[in-house]
């Protein structure tokens, strides 16, 4: 499965309320972090108040080492560690450091690339998309966004490799 709920709060509106966080929406937070946020279980087991072996039960059953992977090559964090980057080499630019024929070679690929993933339509952006609406979806109706993620995790899983 690609696709999973990224989080039901913003993950800070979370931590103020833990106390008041029924299971769903602490399992959600614990998700968040351990996928997106790339908190260990430790941490996250000590951040949503839960126990560790709760969290590792999570993490096996849901697949969220799955999902971790998955969010790794979604058209989001790519772009987000190609930009990162290029703005480390115009910093070298900006700062009149000695800049390399290496430098300007990598410069000339990490905007290529750029440029091939922010006109592509492909998976990563139906993903990207689904994980947009369903965190919307989520403020508003917390059963609706279960049944809408795994409507989309099944469409996602129809769709032919390329």
Known sequence: MFFRIAASENPLHLCAMKDDLTFNERKAWARLLYTQLGKTCKDTALEVNSDEATLRFWVENDKWDHVK??????????????YIGLETLDKKVREDKEVTTKDIDQTIKYTAAIKNLESDTCITYIIHVAELFTAWLLRKDVDLAHIVTREFDAFVDSIPAS
């Open 69 to 82: 992977r998955s969010l790794l090559i979604s058209k989001t964090a790519q772009l987000e560690r190609l």
